[in-house]
């Protein structure tokens, strides 16, 4: 199925899947962004390794050409601020589900925040990616000879229905 018939598909049921969430009485801790027509949300994880320092997990979809990016944040991590910006290499995600899948391309880079990233190129790459969250509540991340951790992604599927429903709304909004 296409890339862009699938998020069709999908929308029904996020929205729906959302509303049935929200009715419960669980509390949640991300964080949401659509600045400059991205799709961003992030949940809370442990310490960067090696540091004491609180990690974030970013997916960031594209609505324009679906590139998926994921980022592990961390304020002042020494790793990403030494390494080498254009050493490329795959990042590892495990799912509760005992899926997995691993980025196209990945590094470290230093700025606001330092980040270890990965991307899903769109298409059949990121389409992976996303279904594999529509089943998930939490992901374990490696990449480089680490292990960052497992990060709770709050609630099964919240994710991928955040991000759905951001993407048909950017789309609708003509971005």
């Given amino acids: ?74 304020n002042g991590w020494p790793r990403a601020q030494e390494a080498d910006p254009n050493r490329d290499f795959p990042v590892s995600l495990k799912f509760d589900t005992q899926q997995s899948t691993a980025s196209d391309s990945g590094g470290y880079s230093s700025g606001f925040y330092d980040r270890l990233w990965g991307i899903w190129e769109g298409g059949d790459s990121s389409n992976e990616l996303l279904l594999l969250l529509a089943d998930a509540q939490s992901v374990e991340v490696s990449a480089d000879g680490l292990n960052l951790g497992q990060f709770n992604l709050q609630a099964q599927g919240m994710v991928y229905n955040w991000l759905n429903n951001c993407v048909v709304k950017q789309r609708a909004a003509g971005k």
């Fill in 1 to 74: 199925m296409h890339f862009f018939t699938r998020w069709t598909l999908f929308a029904a049921i996020g929205v729906y899947s959302v509303s049935a969430f929200a009715q419960s009485n669980n509390n949640i801790n991300v964080k949401t962004s659509t600045a400059n027509g991205l799709c961003s949300i992030s949940v809370p994880g442990g310490n960067a390794p090696e540091t004491e320092k609180p990690m974030q997990l970013e997916f960031t979809l594209r609505p324009s050409d679906g590139l998926l990016r994921i980022a592990a944040l961390v």
